[in-house]
C-alpha cells in the first residue's frame, strides 16, 4: 500500500555513547571514533570483563523540566525524554506550537530491569541465616522497596513522560517488540498520520543494555568476548566478529505531514519514501536451525515496491549488523539478492547494541547520511567474509551516489522492518 500522505521528518534528537545530539554523533562517525569501552559494573573474576557503548556524559537534569520526575525515571526513560526534547526544541514547537490535541507519540521501549541498588535491602531482608527464603519476599521485600518503583520499569512510560513533557494530547503508543521497536513506532507514526488521527508524531525508541542483569543474561547467547580490546570488539560482517556488542542510547524523530510542515514553515530532514514488516517463523534452535532471512528480503522488497523507488536508485543501506555470526550472515545475503552491490554502513560498530533503541538511532544516522550526502564508515571491519557478500564502507565515509537510504532491523526472533527514507 502506498502512503496516502507524503510525510516528513522535521527534527531529530539522538543521545548515545559517541555524542548527545545529531551533530556530535555525525562529527564521531566521520572521525571514527567510538564509544565502546571498559564498564565499571563489578568486579568478578570469574566472569568476563564488562564491556559496551556507554554513555558517559548525560545529565538528565539538562533535558527533564520537572526534576521532581527523575525520582520515576529508570536510564531509559530519561535517555528518552532527553531525545523526544531535544527534537521538540530543533522543531521549533516552543516557538511555532503544534496543536496538542493533534500532536501524539508513538514509542519503542525494552524491559528495564530493576537498578540494584534497590534491591538490595528488599533482598537482605529475606535472609534467614544467610540463606534466602523466598517466602519472606512477598512481605518484608516491598517493605524496603520505593513505594513508587515499579512507574520506573514500565516500558509505557517513555511516551507518558514524553507526551506531559511536550504537551502531547494526541495518540500515545508504546510498542515492545524487542530490537524493532523504534522502527516499527516510526512506521505506525507515518500510518497515525496517514489516517488522519494527528498533525504531528514524535517517534522514536530507548534502550539502555548495560545493565548487569542484562549482562548477565546475555552471556547466554552471542555475545563478544574481546574485553581486552572492547573497542575493536564489536565488527559487523568482519571476518573476526565474535559476538555483539551490548550499549544504551535513544533517538526521537518529529513526523509530520508535508503540507502541515510547509504551514508552519518547518524546514525538512528527510522524507518517508516507504516502509515495511514482515516475520519469518524460527525453530527455537537457532544453531541447528537458523532463520533464512526471508523477513529481511520481504521487507527490502516491501518498502522499495511502496515507495516505487528501483533497487538500483538506493543510496546506501544502514544495517542492523549484530556482529554475530549467522545474523550478519543472513542479514549479508539479504541484502546482496534484493539489492545488490549497494553501499552498506553498520554504526553498531561505533557504540553496540541498544536493542529498542537501535533503530532510531541508527534512522537518525541515515537522515544526517542524507543531509551531508555522505556514507559513513563502518568501524572495526578489517577482514572480508565470503559468508557476508556485501559492500561495505570502512576507512572513511564514501558519497552518496543517490538521495534514497534504506534503514534495517531485525531480531534474532524472525521480525524485521525496513524504512526508505528520500532526500528533500
Not at 545529531?22 to 563489578?42: F, I, K, S, T
Request: glycine share 10%.
Amino acid at each position: 500500500m502506498a502512503l496516502a500522505k507524503e510525510i516528513v521528518v522535521t527534527a531529530a534528537g539522538v543521545v548515545c555513547p559517541i555524542g548527545i545530539g545529531p551533530d556530535a554523533l555525525w562529527a564521531a562517525l566521520c572521525e571514527g571514533r567510538g564509544g565502546v569501552r571498559h564498564l565499571d559494573l563489578y568486579e568478578a573474576p570469574d566472569l568476563p570483563a564488562p564491556f559496551g557503548g556507554e554513555i558517559i556524559d548525560f545529565d538528565p537534569k539538562r533535558f527533564v523540566k520537572n526534576r521532581k520526575s527523575l525520582k520515576v525515571m529508570s536510564r531509559d526513560i530519561q535517555l528518552a525524554v532527553a531525545a523526544a526534547e531535544m527534537a521538540t526544541e530543533q522543531a521549533g514547537h516552543r516557538a511555532k506550537p503544534l496543536d496538542p490535541d493533534r500532536f501524539g507519540v508513538v514509542f519503542g521501549a525494552d524491559v528495564i530491569p530493576c537498578e540494584l541498588p534497590e534491591l538490595v535491602p528488599a533482598f537482605h531482608s529475606c535472609l534467614v541465616e544467610g540463606k534466602f527464603d523466598f517466602h519472606r519476599w512477598g512481605h518484608a521485600a516491598m517493605a524496603e522497596m520505593f513505594p513508587l518503583w515499579l512507574l520506573k520499569y514500565l516500558p509505557n512510560m517513555h511516551a507518558c513522560h514524553i507526551g506531559l513533557a511536550q504537551d502531547a494530547r494526541g495518540p500515545n503508543n508504546t510498542l515492545t517488540l524487542g530490537d524493532v521497536s523504534s522502527l516499527s513506532a516510526v512506521a505506525e507514526a507515518a500510518r497515525v498520520i496517514e489516517r488522519g488521527q494527528a498533525d504531528a508524531m514524535l517517534a522514536g525508541g530507548a534502550g539502555s543494555r548495560i545493565h548487569p542483569t542484562l549482562l548477565f543474561r546475555g552471556m547466554a547467547h552471542e555475545l563478544s568476548r574481546r574485553g581486552g580490546e572492547p573497542a575493536k570488539a564489536c565488527r559487523p560482517f568482519d571476518a573476526d566478529r565474535d559476538g555483539m556488542v551490548n550499549g544504551e542510547g535513544a533517538a526521537a524523530l518529529i513526523l509530520e505531514s508535508r503540507e502541515r510542515a510547509e504551514r508552519r514553515g518547518a524546514v525538512p530532514l528527510g522524507k518517508l519514501l516507504g516502509h515495511a514488516s514482515a516475520y519469518e517463523r524460527g525453530t527455537g534452535n537457532r544453531a541447528a536451525q537458523p532463520l533464512q532471512g526471508t523477513a529481511i528480503r520481504r521487507v527490502l522488497a516491501g518498502a522499495l515496491a511502496e515507495s516505487g523507488v528501483a533497487p538500483r536508485a538506493v543510496g546506501c543501506v544502514v544495517a542492523h549488523g549484530y556482529s554475530t555470526h549467522l545474523d550478519d550472515e543472513r542479514e549479508a545475503k539479504a541484502i546482496r539478492d534484493v539489492l545488490g552491490d549497494v553501499p552498506v554502513t553498520a554504526p553498531k560498530s561505533f557504540f553496540g547494541h541498544f536493542g529498542a533503541g537501535s533503530g532510531a538511532v541508527e534512522m537518525v544516522v541515515g537522515l544526517l547520511a542524507l543531509k551531508h550526502r555522505l556514507i559513513p564508515p563502518t568501524l572495526n571491519y578489517e577482514t572480508p567474509d565470503p559468508n557476508c557478500p556485501v559492500n561495505v564502507v570502512r576507512g572513511q565515509a564514501r558519497p552518496l551516489a543517490s538521495p534514497a537510504v534504506l534503514v534495517l532491523s531485525h531480531s534474532q526472533q524472525g521480525q524485521a522492518v525496513a524504512v526508505l527514507l528520500g532526500g528533500v
